[in-house]
């Protein structure tokens, strides 16, 4: 038995229709996070990017990734690691100038980089930083020199 023409093309185009539908719905998320979620607001500006989500921190001695959706650690410590990555995602500072930051340069030694992945970015975010006695500057996601004054052990394990 044989299908009629017409008949055959209409099933191509419910096919394709169907295909396209498919594809909408699984980019739904994706839309929905991107164009009807606000970021989430402060007066300060944010270390890491508050529309993203994040994948994994390295540090020079420890590192923190998310593995099948649980967080790990890659040392020992007394924090537990969901509450760590939650910590480092609600960082916010003090915007430091350019002004305030020329002069603290000659206070500033040994800088450290910290590698940030987020979920679907294909380049990490890199965060140079220097920690004083009193506090630590971050370069944050938008370039921008932020000053933090919190414990060491409160953004991760200490050695």
């Not at 100038?97 to 450290?112: G, S, V």
């Not at 987020?118 to 944050?140: A, C, G, M, S």
Request: no cysteine; aromatic share 12%; net charge negative.
């Amino acid at each position: 038995m044989r299908v009629p023409p017409a008949r055959r093309k209409r099933w191509n185009n419910l096919l394709m229709l169907a295909i396209v539908a498919f594809i909408g719905i699984l980019y739904l998320p994706t839309m929905i996070k991107t164009y009807l979620i606000e970021p989430p607001e402060s007066p300060y500006p944010y270390l890491l990017n508050p529309s993203e989500e994040l994948q994994s921190l390295h540090l020079s001695q420890w590192s923190l990734e998310k593995n099948q959706g649980r967080w790990r650690i890659s040392v020992p410590s007394d924090i537990a690691p969901e509450e760590l990555a939650e910590r480092w995602q609600a960082l916010v500072g003090t915007e430091v100038d350019d002004e305030t930051r020329l002069t603290l340069n000659p206070t500033l030694k040994n800088p450290q980089t910290i590698e940030v992945w987020y979920i679907d970015v294909e380049e990490p975010q890199r965060i140079t930083y220097y920690r004083t006695p009193q506090f630590w500057l971050l370069k944050n996601w938008q370039d921008k020199w932020i000053a933090l004054s919190v414990e060491p052990q409160y953004l991760g394990p200490t050695n």
